[in-house]
C-alpha cells in the first residue's frame, strides 16, 4: 500500500483553545470531533442531518471582505472538521457552566422552564447565544428566526421563547408585552370570578432574578486566528483522510487549477447539501475542494442594473444583501429581490441558511430549490470561471435541467450570480407550499414574472418556474410563449391554467406522491400571481392617473384575502394557576413552580445521557442489520465480506443467544422468516461506530417473497388478520334507539400514525463485569425492569446479576416502554459474546425504521339523533393498524375502546375495536394511548351531527356531555363536576360565544381565507388497567452529614418526576430540597419497578416517597421532640448515635384496578383528569395552509404538585397533538418502506407553529382523594387537547364548503395536512385538474388506515 502523503495541521479553536490536528480526517464532522475528540458532549446528535438543531454550535470567523468577526449558529453534524481553519467554535461548555459561571442564557432558558428532557436544551442556548452575540437587545422578530431551526419534543416551545424574550428590547417582564398589552390587564378583564381571586398566579418564575447580560465576559476571538486572518496563508492547505482527500487552495487561481485538474471534485461550501446526499448514498469523493478561504467568491457588487453576489456567499448574508438593496432602492426595481426574499425567510432554519451557499443551493439544482424558480424567472446569470477565462451563462431552464449545452464545464466553477434589478411594469412573485410554515422542504412552490407594454395590461414577457413537479425546477416556457399579447383577465387566467396543467404534468405515480395537490397547487399559484399583479397594475394606473384604469377586472373584497401569505407572528400567552395557601412553610416546596431539577445542567450540557458516558475501556460499537422485505423467508445469510473489513470484530445472529429470542410473538432477532421491512435480523459489532455501519452494507441476504403482505387495515379486514380477539363494550339497546331516532348518519374516520421523536434516539450501553456473569446496562428506557428481565432471559442468567441505570431519558413518550429491552438484549448479547462493553446508539432514520409508533385507525361510526341534537345511539367500529407483532396492541384497543365515549353521556351505545395484524413494524405506545386516534372518532361524530342539524358543533357538545353524577359505559362511578367547570371556564376565558360571531363574520367577508373555531371537552382516564401496575417502591437514605438519597422507580423523562420527588420528600421530611437528592433510577436500589407511562408515575412513586419519608420521621420524632430547637443535622446525629435506621423502604399498594371485558364492567382506572380547549384557526383555502389564531386551555390538575411543570406538561402535550393532528405525516411505498423517516420528511412542530396566543390555566379549587397531596397525573392528557386545532380547521373547511355548496360532510382524515386541506376546500381549481384513474398507476405512497 502506497504511503499516505502528510496531510497539513488543521487549527482552529474550540471554546478559546487551540485544537491542532494532524490528521484531520475530511469525513469526521465537527460533531463527532467535539463529542469522541474533545469530550463535549453537550453538544448533541438527533438527526444527523442539520433539521434538528441539537448540534447547534457558534462558529466565529473573520471575514476576509468586511474585515469583521462573524458569528453564526451551525449544525455541528453537518460541518466538516476541515472547513474549519482559521475558526473559532463555541459549544454550550465554552458558554458558561455550573461549576464556574453561568451564562443568562443559561440560567433565563432553565429557571423559565424551557428544559423538560434537555436534550434539545444545549442546541436552544447555542442559538440563543448566537444572536445575542450579534444583537445585545433583539427584536422578537429576530428572536422567533434564531430558534425556528431548533426542534424541541417535549416543551411545545412556549417557555423557551420567553426565556429568549427576557433579552429582547423593551422586555419589561410582562409576559405579553409586544401585544401592547399586560398579563395582567388580561388578568383584570377576564370576567371569571375565580380570575378575581387574588389566589391566582401568572408567574411561573421570577424575572427579577435573573442576572444581566454582561457582554463583556464573553470569550473573545482568538488573537491568533486574528493575525492567521490579517496574515492569510496563500499555500493550499491539504488534509488526507482514509478514503477522501480535502484540498483547500489559498487564491482563486490555485483553485481554477485544482478544478482543472481534478474536473470530477466538487465544490465545498455549507456541505448542506453534499453532506445530507452522501449519508443517503453511501458514497464518498476521493477530492473535496474547498474554496472557503477564497475572498473573491464572497464578493457583492451593486451596479445599475443589478446585484452581483458571490457563490460563496451564505443564504444568511444574501438574505442581508437583499434586505439592504430593498431599502436603497425604489420598489419597481425589488419585485425580483422581494420575492427572493420571501422565500429566504422561510427556507430551512438559522443554522442551514448560515452555512448553506448561494453558489452550493443553485449549483445543487434540488427539484424543491425555494431560489432557483424565482432565480430563474428573474432572468439571472452566472458568471462562470476557469483557467481558461470567465463566461456567463444564464440560470435558465436548460440550465436547471442539467443539459450539458447549458452547464458549467467539469473544470469550470461558478464565481457569482448577477440577479438584474426589475423594472417598471414588471412583477415578480414567489409561492411556497409545504407541510408546515417554516424549517419544512416545500412540497411545491413557484417563481412568476410578468411584463407588461408600457401603461397597458397586454402581456409582453411572462416566465413561470415551479419546483417539486419534477426531477429539476420546471419551466412553463411554451405556455408562457401562448400567452404573450394577452392581456391580464379572467380569460387570460382560464387559458393559462389550462396551459399550464397540461405542460407541467406530473404523472399519478410522481415520487413525493400529493399528486392532485401539486397539480391543484400549479394552478393555485397561478391564480394568486393574477389577482397580485392586477392589485399592483391598478394601483399603478392609479398612480399614473391613466384614463382606462377602469376596464380591469375588479377583485371583489372577499377576494382580496388570497393575496396575504400567513406572517411568522410572535406567540403571546398567559399561564394561570392557584397560588399555594399562604399558611404554607415557605420551606414547603410542594405546589410551587419549582424548577426542573436538571434544568441548569441540560442548559450547560452538564447533563449527562446515555450516549455522553464517555467511552469505556476496550468498548466496541453496534449497528443493527434490518429486513429490506416486508414478508419474506430468509434463505440465506452471507456476513464473510463485513467480517473481511478492518476493525469489524463480529456479527451477532440468532445462534448467539444463549437463552430466548424473545417471546414467540416478539422474536429479537428474526429466525427464518422475516414480518417487516425494518425488522432486526442480525448485529455487526465493530471498533467504531463507522466501521460497524459499513460492515452492515456488506452483509448479503437473500429472501423469498411469502404471501400475504398486508399493509394496509383494509387489506387486514380482508384477510381476517388480527393480533387479538374483538375488544367490545355495550350499553342500552343500540338497535331499537336507532329505530326511534330523527336521523341517522354513518361516517368514516383515518388517523394517522404517529412518530415518537424523541430527541434522544434509542440507546444503550451494555458493559460486562468479568465476575459471576454481572452486567451493568446504561440505558434511555422508561421501564429498566423490562430490560433487565428481557436480557436476562435473553442470557439465560439471573435476573440478579443485571443492573439497569437510568439517569435521564432524552423523551419517551411511550416509545422507550417495550423497545429499549430487544436493544438491550441484543446489546449484551453482543457484550457476552465478545466479552467487551457494547454501544449501541441508533440513527434517527433506523430509529424510524424500526420502532414502530402511534397505531394509525380506522374508525366507522353510525349515529342516531333527534333533531334538537341530542343523540340517542352511538355505534363505533375502530380498527388500529397494530404491525407485525403484538407488542402493546391488544392494551391499545381495549383503551380506546374505554375511553371512546369521551366525555359524552349516550345511553344506547357501541363500541368495538379490533387491531390488525400488518406487515408494518410493530406499532407500540404512545403519550394517550390510543385515545387521541380514538375520540378523534367520537369527536368527528359529533361534528358530523351538528352539520345535520344545523347547530354549531359546541351546541351538540354541551348538549351530550356528562352533567351529574354518573357511570360511564363500563358502570364505573364518577363525578362530571369539574368537567363542567372547565366547559364553563373555557368559553368564558375563550370569549367563545363572541369569537364565533367575529368568525362567521370574518367568514362572510372572505371568501379564499376562513376561520374556524373549535371548543372540546376531554374526559381522560389515567393509569393502567391492571392492578400490578398501580404500585410503586422507594428507597431513601440520610447519610450522617444530614444529606439526603432519595431513588425511587420513576425514570426521569424529562416531565420532572425527579423534582416533584424531591418536592413530596421536601415536605415530608420538612428539610428543604438543597438537601435531597436523586442520583439515578437503578433497578439494584428500587426492584420490579413498573414503566413510567400512563400518567401515573408521579403519583404512585409520590406515595412511595411519601411512605419512606414518613418511616423515617417517625424513627426520629422522639429524637425531635427531645430536642425540638435542634438542627436536622444534629438530629441526624443523634439518631446515628442511638443506633437508628437511616434508611428506608417505602412502599405504595396503590388502586386495585379491574376490568371484566365479559361482563363489560369494572373499575380500571383511579380518577379521571378533565380538559377543555378552544382553538381559532385561519385557512388557506388555495394553498391549505393554516394559522393558529389562539387556543386557550383549562386544566383539572387538582392541587399541582409543580404548576410550572404541569402547565409544561400540558403545553407539550398539547403542541405534540397539534402534529399528530396537523403535520405528522408517516408515508409508506407500496412496498412497506416508510419514506419519511428523517426530521427532512417528517414534520413535527416547530416554534412558528405554535399558536398566536396560547393560554392556559389549571383549574383552581379542585380535589382529589387518591393521589399525593390531591395533585394529578397529567402526562398524556393534554395530548388530545390538540384536535381541537384540527376541528378548528375542519370548521374553516366545512365554511368554505358551505359557501361553495359542496356537501358538508366529507371523509375525516388526519392529519390535516396542507394537502387535506387544499383539497377538501373544493373550488374551480380543484375541478380544473385532471385525475388519474387509481388503477392505472401505482402510487407512491399508501395510506395504511
Ligand atoms: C436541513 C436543511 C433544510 C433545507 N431546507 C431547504 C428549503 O426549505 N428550501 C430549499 O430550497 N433548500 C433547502 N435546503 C437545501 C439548501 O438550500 C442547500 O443544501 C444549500 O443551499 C446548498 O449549499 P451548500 O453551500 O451547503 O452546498 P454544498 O453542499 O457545499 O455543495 C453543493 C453542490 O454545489 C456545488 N458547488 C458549490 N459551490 C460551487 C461553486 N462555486 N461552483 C461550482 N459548484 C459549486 C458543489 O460542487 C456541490 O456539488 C435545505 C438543506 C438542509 C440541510
Ligand atoms: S441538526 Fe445536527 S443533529 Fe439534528
Ligand atoms: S426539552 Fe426539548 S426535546 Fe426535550
Given at each position: 500500500?502506497?504511503?499516505?502523503?502528510?496531510?497539513?495541521?488543521?487549527?482552529?479553536?474550540?471554546?478559546?483553545?487551540?485544537?491542532?490536528?494532524?490528521?484531520?480526517?475530511?469525513?469526521?464532522?465537527?460533531?463527532?470531533?467535539?463529542?469522541?475528540?474533545?469530550?463535549?458532549?453537550?453538544?448533541?446528535?438527533?438527526?444527523?442531518?442539520?433539521?434538528?438543531?441539537?448540534?447547534?454550535?457558534?462558529?466565529?470567523?473573520?471575514?476576509?471582505?468586511?474585515?469583521?468577526?462573524?458569528?453564526?449558529?451551525?449544525?455541528?453534524?453537518?460541518?466538516?472538521?476541515?472547513?474549519?481553519?482559521?475558526?473559532?467554535?463555541?459549544?454550550?461548555?465554552?458558554?458558561?457552566?455550573?461549576?464556574?459561571?453561568?451564562?443568562?442564557?443559561?440560567?433565563?432558558?432553565?429557571?423559565?422552564?424551557?428544559?423538560?428532557?434537555?436534550?434539545?436544551?444545549?442546541?436552544?442556548?447555542?442559538?440563543?447565544?448566537?444572536?445575542?452575540?450579534?444583537?445585545?437587545?433583539?427584536?422578537?422578530?429576530?428572536?422567533?428566526?434564531?430558534?425556528?431551526?431548533?426542534?424541541?419534543?417535549?416543551?411545545?416551545?412556549?417557555?423557551?421563547?420567553?426565556?429568549?424574550?427576557?433579552?429582547?428590547?423593551?422586555?419589561?417582564?410582562?409576559?405579553?408585552?409586544?401585544?401592547?398589552?399586560?398579563?395582567?390587564?388580561?388578568?383584570?378583564?377576564?370576567?371569571?370570578?375565580?380570575?378575581?381571586?387574588?389566589?391566582?398566579?401568572?408567574?411561573?418564575?421570577?424575572?427579577?432574578?435573573?442576572?444581566?447580560?454582561?457582554?463583556?465576559?464573553?470569550?473573545?476571538?482568538?488573537?491568533?486566528?486574528?493575525?492567521?486572518?490579517?496574515?492569510?496563508?496563500?499555500?493550499?492547505?491539504?488534509?488526507?483522510?482514509?478514503?477522501?482527500?480535502?484540498?483547500?487552495?489559498?487564491?482563486?487561481?490555485?483553485?481554477?487549477?485544482?478544478?482543472?485538474?481534478?474536473?470530477?471534485?466538487?465544490?465545498?461550501?455549507?456541505?448542506?447539501?453534499?453532506?445530507?446526499?452522501?449519508?443517503?448514498?453511501?458514497?464518498?469523493?476521493?477530492?473535496?475542494?474547498?474554496?472557503?478561504?477564497?475572498?473573491?467568491?464572497?464578493?457583492?457588487?451593486?451596479?445599475?442594473?443589478?446585484?452581483?453576489?458571490?457563490?460563496?456567499?451564505?443564504?444568511?448574508?444574501?438574505?442581508?444583501?437583499?434586505?439592504?438593496?430593498?431599502?436603497?432602492?425604489?420598489?419597481?426595481?425589488?419585485?425580483?429581490?422581494?420575492?427572493?426574499?420571501?422565500?429566504?425567510?422561510?427556507?430551512?432554519?438559522?443554522?442551514?441558511?448560515?452555512?448553506?451557499?448561494?453558489?452550493?443551493?443553485?449549483?445543487?439544482?434540488?427539484?424543491?430549490?425555494?431560489?432557483?424558480?424565482?432565480?430563474?424567472?428573474?432572468?439571472?446569470?452566472?458568471?462562470?470561471?476557469?483557467?481558461?477565462?470567465?463566461?456567463?451563462?444564464?440560470?435558465?431552464?436548460?440550465?436547471?435541467?442539467?443539459?450539458?449545452?447549458?452547464?458549467?464545464?467539469?473544470?469550470?466553477?461558478?464565481?457569482?450570480?448577477?440577479?438584474?434589478?426589475?423594472?417598471?411594469?414588471?412583477?415578480?412573485?414567489?409561492?411556497?407550499?409545504?407541510?408546515?410554515?417554516?424549517?419544512?422542504?416545500?412540497?411545491?412552490?413557484?417563481?412568476?414574472?410578468?411584463?407588461?407594454?408600457?401603461?397597458?395590461?397586454?402581456?409582453?414577457?411572462?416566465?413561470?418556474?415551479?419546483?417539486?413537479?419534477?426531477?429539476?425546477?420546471?419551466?412553463?416556457?411554451?405556455?408562457?410563449?401562448?400567452?404573450?399579447?394577452?392581456?391580464?383577465?379572467?380569460?387570460?387566467?382560464?387559458?393559462?391554467?389550462?396551459?399550464?396543467?397540461?405542460?407541467?404534468?406530473?404523472?399519478?405515480?410522481?415520487?413525493?406522491?400529493?399528486?392532485?395537490?401539486?397539480?391543484?397547487?400549479?394552478?393555485?399559484?397561478?391564480?394568486?400571481?393574477?389577482?397580485?399583479?392586477?392589485?399592483?397594475?391598478?394601483?399603478?394606473?392609479?398612480?399614473?392617473?391613466?384614463?382606462?384604469?377602469?376596464?380591469?377586472?375588479?377583485?371583489?373584497?372577499?377576494?382580496?384575502?388570497?393575496?396575504?401569505?400567513?406572517?411568522?407572528?410572535?406567540?403571546?400567552?398567559?399561564?394561570?394557576?392557584?397560588?399555594?395557601?399562604?399558611?404554607?412553610?415557605?420551606?414547603?416546596?410542594?405546589?410551587?413552580?419549582?424548577?426542573?431539577?436538571?434544568?441548569?445542567?441540560?442548559?450547560?450540557?452538564?447533563?449527562?445521557?446515555?450516549?455522553?458516558?464517555?467511552?469505556?475501556?476496550?468498548?466496541?460499537?453496534?449497528?443493527?442489520?434490518?429486513?429490506?422485505?416486508?414478508?419474506?423467508?430468509?434463505?440465506?445469510?452471507?456476513?464473510?465480506?463485513?467480517?473481511?473489513?478492518?476493525?469489524?470484530?463480529?456479527?451477532?445472529?440468532?445462534?448467539?443467544?444463549?437463552?430466548?429470542?424473545?417471546?414467540?410473538?416478539?422474536?429479537?432477532?428474526?429466525?427464518?422468516?422475516?414480518?417487516?421491512?425494518?425488522?432486526?435480523?442480525?448485529?455487526?459489532?465493530?471498533?467504531?461506530?463507522?466501521?460497524?455501519?459499513?460492515?452492515?452494507?456488506?452483509?448479503?441476504?437473500?429472501?423469498?417473497?411469502?404471501?400475504?403482505?398486508?399493509?394496509t387495515v383494509e387489506d387486514a379486514i380482508?384477510?381476517?388478520s388480527f393480533l387479538?380477539?374483538e375488544?367490545?363494550?355495550?350499553?342500552?339497546?343500540?338497535?331499537?334507539?336507532?329505530?326511534?331516532?330523527?336521523?341517522?348518519?354513518?361516517?368514516e374516520v383515518h388517523v394517522?400514525?404517529?412518530?415518537?421523536?424523541?430527541?434522544?434516539?434509542?440507546?444503550?450501553?451494555?458493559?460486562?463485569?468479568?465476575?459471576?456473569?454481572?452486567?451493568?446496562?446504561?440505558?434511555?428506557?422508561?421501564?429498566?425492569?423490562?430490560?433487565?428481565?428481557?436480557?436476562?432471559?435473553?442470557?439465560?442468567?439471573?435476573?440478579?446479576?443485571?443492573?439497569?441505570?437510568?439517569?435521564?431519558?432524552?423523551?419517551?413518550?411511550?416509545?422507550?416502554?417495550?423497545?429499549?429491552?430487544?436493544?438491550?438484549?441484543?446489546?449484551?448479547?453482543?457484550?457476552?459474546?465478545?466479552?467487551?462493553?457494547?454501544?449501541?446508539?441508533?440513527?434517527?432514520?433506523?430509529?424510524?425504521?424500526?420502532?414502530?409508533?402511534?397505531h394509525p385507525l380506522f374508525g366507522k361510526?353510525?349515529?342516531?339523533?333527534?333533531?334538537?341534537?341530542?343523540?340517542?345511539?352511538?355505534?363505533i367500529e375502530c380498527y388500529v393498524n397494530g404491525?407485525?407483532?403484538?407488542?402493546?396492541s391488544?392494551?391499545?384497543t381495549?383503551?380506546l375502546?374505554?375511553?371512546?365515549?369521551?366525555?359524552?353521556?349516550?345511553?344506547?351505545?357501541?363500541?368495538r375495536g379490533r387491531a390488525c395484524k400488518t406487515?408494518?413494524?410493530?406499532?407500540?405506545?404512545?403519550?394517550?394511548?390510543?385515545?387521541?386516534q380514538g375520540?378523534?372518532v367520537?369527536?368527528?361524530?359529533?361534528?358530523?351531527?351538528?352539520?345535520?342539524?344545523?347547530?354549531?358543533?359546541?351546541?351538540?357538545?354541551?348538549?351530550?356531555?356528562?352533567?351529574?353524577?354518573?357511570?360511564?359505559?363500563?358502570?364505573?362511578?364518577?363525578?362530571?363536576?369539574?368537567?363542567?367547570?372547565?366547559?364553563?371556564?373555557?368559553?368564558?376565558?375563550?370569549?367563545?360565544?363572541?369569537?364565533?360571531?367575529?368568525?362567521?363574520?370574518?367568514?362572510?367577508?372572505?371568501?379564499?381565507?376562513?376561520?374556524?373555531?373549535?371548543?372540546?371537552?376531554?374526559?381522560?382516564?389515567?393509569?393502567?388497567?391492571?392492578?400490578?401496575?398501580?404500585?410503586?417502591?422507594?428507597?431513601?437514605?440520610?447519610?450522617?452529614?444530614?444529606?439526603?438519597?432519595?431513588?425511587?422507580?420513576?425514570?426521569?423523562?424529562?416531565?420532572?418526576?425527579?423534582?416533584?420527588?424531591?418536592?413530596?420528600?421536601?415536605?415530608?421530611?420538612?428539610?428543604?430540597?438543597?438537601?435531597?437528592?436523586?442520583?439515578?433510577?437503578?433497578?439494584?436500589?428500587?426492584?420490579?419497578?413498573?414503566?413510567?407511562?400512563?400518567?401515573?408515575?408521579?403519583?404512585?412513586?409520590?406515595?412511595?416517597?411519601?411512605?419512606?419519608?414518613?418511616?423515617?420521621?417517625?424513627?426520629?420524632?422522639?429524637?425531635?421532640?427531645?430536642?425540638?430547637?435542634?438542627?436536622?443535622?444534629?438530629?441526624?446525629?443523634?439518631?446515628?448515635?442511638?443506633?437508628?435506621?437511616?434508611?428506608?423502604?417505602?412502599?405504595?399498594?396503590?388502586?386495585?384496578?379491574?376490568?371484566?371485558?365479559?361482563?363489560?364492567?369494572?373499575?380500571?382506572?383511579?380518577?379521571?383528569?378533565?380538559?377543555?380547549?378552544?382553538?381559532?384557526?385561519?385557512?388557506?383555502?388555495?394553498?391549505?395552509?393554516?394559522?393558529?389564531?389562539?387556543?386557550?386551555?383549562?386544566?383539572?390538575?387538582?392541587?399541582?404538585?409543580?404548576?410550572?411543570?404541569?402547565?409544561?406538561?400540558?403545553?407539550?402535550?398539547?403542541?405534540?397533538?397539534?402534529?399528530?393532528?396537523?403535520?405528522?405525516?408517516?408515508?409508506?411505498?407500496?412496498?412497506?418502506?416508510?419514506?419519511?423517516?428523517?426530521?427532512?420528511?417528517?414534520?413535527?412542530?416547530?416554534?412558528?407553529?405554535?399558536?398566536?396566543?396560547?393560554?392556559?390555566?389549571?383549574?383552581?379549587?379542585?380535589?382529589?382523594?387518591?393521589?399525593?397531596?390531591?395533585?394529578?397525573?397529567?402526562?398524556?392528557?393534554?395530548?388530545?387537547?390538540?384536535?381541537?386545532?384540527?376541528?378548528?380547521?375542519?370548521?374553516?373547511?366545512?365554511?368554505?364548503?358551505?359557501?361553495?355548496?359542496?356537501?358538508?360532510?366529507?371523509?375525516?382524515?388526519?392529519?390535516?395536512?396542507?394537502?387535506?386541506?387544499?383539497?377538501?376546500?373544493?373550488?374551480?381549481?380543484?375541478?380544473?385538474?385532471?385525475?388519474?384513474?387509481?388503477?392505472?398507476?401505482?402510487?407512491?405512497?399508501?395510506?395504511v388506515a
Amino acid at each position: 500500500m502506497p504511503c499516505q502523503p502528510r496531510s497539513d495541521t488543521l487549527i482552529f479553536f474550540v471554546n478559546g483553545r487551540k485544537v491542532t490536528e494532524r490528521n484531520a480526517d475530511p469525513e469526521v464532522t465537527l460533531l463527532t470531533f467535539l463529542r469522541k475528540n474533545l469530550g463535549l458532549t453537550g453538544t448533541k446528535y438527533a438527526c444527523g442531518r442539520g433539521n434538528c438543531g441539537a448540534c447547534t454550535v457558534m462558529v466565529s470567523k473573520h471575514d476576509p471582505v468586511s474585515k469583521k468577526i462573524r458569528h453564526f449558529s451551525v449544525t455541528a453534524c453537518l460541518v466538516p472538521i476541515c472547513s474549519l481553519y482559521g475558526a473559532a467554535v463555541t459549544t454550550v461548555e465554552g458558554v458558561g457552566s455550573i461549576k464556574t459561571r453561568l451564562h443568562p442564557v443559561q440560567e433565563r432558558i432553565a429557571k423559565s422552564h424551557g428544559t423538560q428532557c434537555g436534550f434539545c436544551t444545549p442546541g436552544m442556548v447555542m442559538s440563543l447565544y448566537t444572536l445575542l452575540r450579534n444583537h445585545l437587545q433583539p427584536s422578537e422578530e429576530q428572536l422567533m428566526e434564531a430558534l425556528g431551526g431548533n426542534l424541541c419534543r417535549c416543551t411545545g416551545y412556549r417557555p423557551i421563547l420567553e426565556s429568549g424574550k427576557t433579552f429582547c428590547v423593551g422586555s419589561n417582564g410582562c409576559q405579553q408585552k409586544g401585544t401592547g398589552k399586560c398579563c395582567m390587564d388580561q388578568r383584570e378583564n377576564l370576567s371569571s370570578s375565580l380570575d378575581r381571586k387574588s389566589d391566582i398566579c401568572t408567574e411561573l418564575f421570577a424575572k427579577e432574578e435573573f442576572q444581566p447580560l454582561d457582554p463583556t465576559q464573553e470569550l473573545i476571538f482568538p488573537p491568533e486566528l486574528l493575525r492567521m486572518a490579517e496574515n492569510p496563508e496563500k499555500r493550499t492547505l491539504i488534509f488526507y483522510g482514509e478514503r477522501v482527500t480535502w484540498i483547500s487552495p489559498g487564491t482563486l487561481q490555485d483553485l481554477l487549477e485544482l478544478k482543472a485538474k481534478y474536473p470530477e471534485a466538487p465544490l465545498i461550501l455549507g456541505n448542506t447539501s453534499l453532506g445530507p446526499a452522501m449519508k443517503a448514498q453511501g458514497r464518498s469523493y476521493p477530492i473535496l475542494l474547498s474554496p472557503a478561504r477564497i475572498s473573491e467568491l464572497s464578493v457583492v457588487m451593486k451596479t445599475s442594473d443589478g446585484l452581483t453576489i458571490g457563490a460563496a456567499c451564505s443564504l444568511a448574508q444574501v438574505k442581508d444583501f437583499l434586505t439592504e438593496s430593498i431599502s436603497e432602492l425604489s420598489e419597481e426595481k425589488t419585485q425580483t429581490y422581494q420575492a427572493l426574499l420571501k422565500h429566504l425567510r422561510s427556507l430551512a432554519g438559522q443554522q442551514i441558511r448560515n452555512m448553506a451557499s448561494l453558489g452550493g443551493h443553485i449549483i445543487s439544482r434540488h427539484c424543491y430549490s425555494d431560489l432557483n424558480p424565482v432565480l430563474a424567472v428573474g432572468n439571472a446569470t452566472l458568471n462562470l470561471r476557469s483557467e481558461e477565462g470567465t463566461r456567463q451563462i444564464p440560470l435558465n431552464e436548460q440550465f436547471l435541467a442539467g443539459l450539458a449545452s447549458a452547464d458549467l464545464k467539469p473544470e469550470e466553477i461558478l464565481e457569482s450570480v448577477y440577479i438584474p434589478h426589475s423594472q417598471k411594469w414588471e412583477f415578480v412573485s414567489a409561492f411556497r407550499q409545504a407541510q408546515c410554515l417554516q424549517n419544512a422542504l416545500p412540497d411545491i412552490n413557484a417563481g412568476m414574472r410578468v411584463l407588461f407594454k408600457e401603461g397597458t395590461d397586454t402581456i409582453e414577457d411572462l416566465s413561470i418556474a415551479y419546483g417539486g413537479v419534477g426531477t429539476a425546477t420546471v419551466s412553463a416556457h411554451k405556455s408562457c410563449q401562448q400567452l404573450l399579447g394577452r392581456r391580464w383577465n379572467e380569460l387570460m387566467l382560464d387559458e393559462a391554467c389550462r396551459l399550464v396543467l397540461d405542460e407541467v404534468s406530473l404523472p399519478g405515480s410522481a415520487p413525493g406522491g400529493k399528486v392532485e395537490f401539486k397539480r391543484t397547487l400549479v394552478v393555485s399559484f397561478l391564480f394568486k400571481f393574477y389577482l397580485k399583479v392586477l392589485q399592483e397594475l391598478k394601483m399603478l394606473v392609479r398612480l399614473f392617473s391613466m384614463p382606462d384604469s377602469s376596464c380591469y377586472p375588479e377583485i371583489s373584497d372577499g377576494f382580496l384575502s388570497a393575496l396575504e401569505d400567513f406572517p411568522v407572528s410572535i406567540p403571546q400567552g398567559v399561564q394561570t394557576f392557584q397560588r399555594v395557601d399562604s399558611h404554607q412553610p415557605l420551606r414547603d416546596p410542594v405546589g410551587r413552580p419549582i424548577m426542573h431539577l436538571s434544568g441548569l445542567k441540560h442548559a450547560t450540557g452538564e447533563a449527562i445521557f446515555c450516549d455522553d458516558i464517555p467511552r469505556v475501556d476496550k468498548e466496541l460499537f453496534m449497528a443493527l442489520v434490518t429486513s429490506t422485505r416486508a414478508h419474506a423467508k430468509i434463505i440465506s445469510i452471507n456476513f464473510s465480506e463485513a467480517l473481511e473489513l478492518p476493525e469489524v470484530v463480529d456479527v451477532i445472529t440468532v445462534e448467539d443467544i444463549p437463552g430466548t429470542n424473545g417471546t414467540e410473538d416478539d422474536k429479537l432477532l428474526a429466525v427464518d422468516e422475516v414480518l417487516c421491512v425494518g425488522q432486526v435480523i442480525c448485529a455487526v459489532v465493530a471498533e467504531t461506530d463507522v466501521q460497524a455501519k459499513r460492515a452492515i452494507e456488506k452483509i448479503k441476504i437473500t429472501y423469498e417473497d411469502l404471501e400475504p403482505i398486508i399493509f394496509t387495515v383494509e387489506d387486514a379486514i380482508k384477510h381476517n388478520s388480527f393480533l387479538c380477539p374483538e375488544k367490545k363494550l355495550e350499553q342500552g339497546n343500540i338497535k331499537e334507539a336507532f329505530e326511534k331516532v330523527d336521523q341517522i348518519v354513518e361516517g368514516e374516520v383515518h388517523v394517522g400514525g404517529q412518530e415518537h421523536f424523541y430527541m434522544e434516539t434509542q440507546r444503550v450501553l451494555v458493559i460486562p463485569k468479568t465476575e459471576d456473569k454481572e452486567l451493568d446496562i446504561y440505558v434511555s428506557t422508561q421501564d429498566p425492569a423490562h430490560v433487565q428481565k428481557t436480557v436476562s432471559s435473553t442470557l439465560n442468567i439471573p435476573i440478579n446479576r443485571i443492573t439497569c441505570h437510568v439517569k435521564r431519558v432524552g423523551g419517551g413518550f411511550g416509545g422507550k416502554v417495550g423497545r429499549p429491552s430487544v436493544f438491550g438484549a441484543i446489546a449484551a448479547v453482543g457484550a457476552v459474546k465478545t466479552g467487551h462493553p457494547i454501544r449501541l446508539v441508533l440513527d434517527r432514520e433506523d430509529d424510524m425504521l424500526i420502532t414502530g409508533g402511534r397505531h394509525p385507525l380506522f374508525g366507522k361510526y353510525k349515529v342516531g339523533f333527534m333533531n334538537n341534537g341530542r343523540i340517542k345511539a352511538l355505534d363505533i367500529e375502530c380498527y388500529v393498524n397494530g404491525g407485525c407483532m403484538l407488542d402493546d396492541s391488544e392494551l391499545v384497543t381495549e383503551f380506546l375502546i374505554l375511553k371512546l365515549e369521551n366525555a359524552y353521556k349516550i345511553h344506547n351505545l357501541r363500541f368495538r375495536g379490533r387491531a390488525c395484524k400488518t406487515n408494518l413494524p410493530s406499532n407500540t405506545a404512545f403519550r394517550g394511548f390510543g385515545f387521541p386516534q380514538g375520540t378523534l372518532v367520537t369527536e368527528s361524530c359529533i361534528t358530523a351531527v351538528a352539520a345535520k342539524c344545523g347547530l354549531p358543533p359546541e351546541k351538540i357538545r354541551e348538549k351530550n356531555m356528562y352533567k351529574t353524577f354518573d357511570k360511564t359505559i363500563y358502570k364505573q362511578a364518577f363525578s362530571p363536576e369539574t368537567l363542567i367547570r372547565c366547559w364553563n371556564e373555557c368559553l368564558e376565558k375563550s370569549s367563545f360565544h363572541s369569537r364565533r360571531r367575529q368568525v362567521e363574520e370574518f367568514n362572510k367577508k372572505n371568501y379564499w381565507k376562513k376561520k374556524g373555531i373549535a371548543i372540546i371537552p376531554m374526559k381522560f382516564s389515567v393509569g393502567f388497567a391492571a392492578t400490578s401496575y398501580h404500585q410503586a417502591a422507594a428507597l431513601v437514605h440520610i447519610y450522617t452529614d444530614g444529606s439526603v438519597l432519595v431513588t425511587h422507580g420513576g425514570n426521569e423523562l424529562g416531565q420532572g418526576i425527579h423534582t416533584k420527588m424531591l418536592q413530596v420528600a421536601s415536605r415530608e421530611l420538612k428539610v428543604p430540597m438543597s438537601y435531597l437528592h436523586i442520583c439515578e433510577t437503578s433497578t439494584a436500589t428500587v426492584p420490579n419497578t413498573i414503566a413510567t407511562a400512563a400518567s401515573i408515575g408521579a403519583d404512585v412513586n409520590g406515595r412511595a416517597v411519601q411512605n419512606a419519608c414518613q418511616i423515617l420521621l417517625k424513627r426520629l420524632e422522639p429524637i425531635i421532640k427531645k430536642n425540638p430547637e435542634g438542627t436536622w443535622e444534629d438530629w441526624i446525629e443523634a439518631a446515628f448515635e442511638q443506633r437508628i435506621s437511616l434508611s428506608a423502604t417505602g412502599y405504595f399498594r396503590g388502586y386495585k384496578a379491574f376490568m371484566d371485558w365479559e361482563k363489560g364492567e369494572g373499575d380500571p382506572f383511579p380518577y379521571y383528569v378533565y380538559g377543555v380547549a378552544c382553538s381559532e384557526v385561519e385557512i388557506d383555502c388555495l394553498t391549505g395552509a393554516h394559522k393558529k389564531t389562539r387556543t386557550d386551555i383549562v386544566m383539572d390538575a387538582c392541587c399541582s404538585l409543580n404548576p410550572a411543570i404541569d402547565i409544561g406538561q400540558i403545553e407539550g402535550a398539547f403542541i405534540q397533538g397539534m402534529g399528530l393532528y396537523t403535520t405528522e405525516e408517516l408515508q409508506y411505498s407500496p412496498e412497506g418502506v416508510l419514506y419519511s423517516r428523517s426530521s427532512d420528511e417528517y414534520k413535527i412542530p416547530t416554534i412558528t407553529d405554535i399558536p398566536e396566543e396560547f393560554n392556559v390555566s389549571l383549574l383552581p379549587s379542585s380535589q382529589t382523594p387518591l393521589t399525593i397531596y390531591s395533585s394529578k397525573g397529567l402526562g398524556e392528557s393534554g395530548m388530545f387537547l390538540g384536535s381541537s386545532v384540527f376541528f378548528a380547521i375542519a370548521d374553516a373547511v366545512a365554511a368554505a364548503r358551505r359557501e361553495r355548496n359542496a356537501a358538508e360532510d366529507f371523509t375525516v382524515k388526519s392529519p390535516a395536512t396542507p394537502e387535506q386541506v387544499r383539497m377538501a376546500c373544493a373550488d374551480r381549481f380543484t375541478e380544473m385538474i385532471p385525475r388519474d384513474d387509481p388503477k392505472t398507476f401505482k402510487p407512491w405512497s399508501i395510506p395504511v388506515a
